[in-house]
């Protein structure tokens, strides 16, 4: 085995049976081949096994598992053999293990050591291993998660509290990409400020303004203001902030109080942004109560809006409609809107195979999709086997997906595992 080559698959699923294919074999009891192929270098296999014997206390056979892909230095491999071992009570041996790799500069590695040594009373070593490394945003998590164990927060507070005074900038040449910003130090130094009980400090560094993020800034606000008990300052967030709105419809729920969560996202006077993106939470919440007609209703006005009608509101909405057995009306819909736009590209489409498959019209789906300019495309082939599969004529589609099975790999090997062809779906898989 190869650390370069394992790397390689492990990131882009190429020539390897990827972890739902593991899985699916396991389930269907193909123990041995699972077995055999981790012998042959393919690291999902390895893992899945190794994490089933460990369960059942079979931990020799599980080491016998990792050890050879962890001895080709593959970090991956490194940091799951490290944390079998400290599961298993051998966190000496782990530590052991991991430390080369972060004394070779790794980021990753050092993150894992940095933990791994706290977690085992060790939090003055692991917060030395890191401190260096305070400049590095990637690392700064690592060294605050660090410090809260190793009593060390008033440290690495004032480290963070320099970053933000600095008012560094990635927009300067000199600025690497791993630096981190302010508003990254800033967020750190609020689950500090939050971990001291702190809270007020916690939320003046999250509360909207100059170094706010669209994302994590107003993640972390709103779990922290729920945390605390805040709520009416959630619903102030709420009004026109994503996350805040999401937590809090989500805390309504919890409690019961579905219409106050309906009325987070169905609020008058919000942004364009903010309906938009309320109304498609809204959908999924009148969903999960059987509220489905309304959920219809909220995304076909949303689908009917100037601008309106993109691929995938279109295909959640089609969804929705074979959902609550309303096929017809998403078939009538999709008429329409070809009707407007004049055409009608595959992606729509393909949007209406399922949805005749629905009404009892499977052949019909069959015949369009074949004989459409696309249909003989890979994708095109995808959907005919989707289509074929549901009907449980799995060897039709395996037949259809033969033709193109270089774009279509794993849909084929699942289905010849489907059909008990386990070895000619590992060598599609390994070739492709």
Known sequence: MDAADLDRRFRSYSRCIPPYLVSRLLELGHVEEVAFQAGRGEWFCARELAQRFTEEGRQTEAWELLDPYAATGWWTAVEAAAGLLEAWGRADEAIALARPHAEGGGREALAFLGRLLARQGRGAEGFALLL?????????????????????????????????????????????????????????????????????????????????????????????????????????????????????????????????????????????????????????????????????????????????????????????????????????YLDGLKSRRGEEDWGFFEMRLPLLAACGRREEALELARAHPEGDTWYGASSVALLLADAGRVEEAVTVLEAHACDNTTDLAEHLITLGRVKEAVAVLQRH
């Open 132 to 332: 260096p490394h305070v400049g590095d945003a990637f690392l700064a998590i690592a060294l605050v998660d660090v410090a809260g164990i190793a009593g060390r927060d008033e440290e690495v507070a004032a480290l963070l509290t320099d970053r933000i005074e600095a008012s560094h900038r990635c927009e300067d040449p000199a600025c690497r990409r791993s630096d981190p910003s302010p508003a990254g130090a800033a967020y750190l130094l609020a689950t500090v400020r939050e971990r001291q009980g702190r809270v007020d400090d916690a939320l003046a560094l999250l509360r909207p303004g100059p170094l706010d993020s669209p994302v994590h800034g107003h993640e972390q606000l709103a779990g922290l203001l729920v945390r605390t008990g805040r709520i009416e300052e959630l619903r102030v967030c709420a009004e026109e902030l994503g996350n805040p709105a999401c937590r809090l419809a989500e805390l309504l729920e919890e409690r019961g109080d579905l219409e106050g969560a309906i009325a987070v996202f169905r609020r008058p006077g919000a942004s364009d942004g903010f309906r938009r993106f309320g109304a498609v939470q809204l959908a999924a919440l009148l969903e999960r109560h059987g509220r489905g007609g309304e959920a219809i209703e909220v995304l076909r006005a949303l689908a009917d809006a100037p601008l309106g009608a993109e691929d995938w509101l279109v295909r959640r909405l089609c969804t929705l409609y074979a959902d609550q057995g309303r096929a017809e009306e998403g078939l009538a």
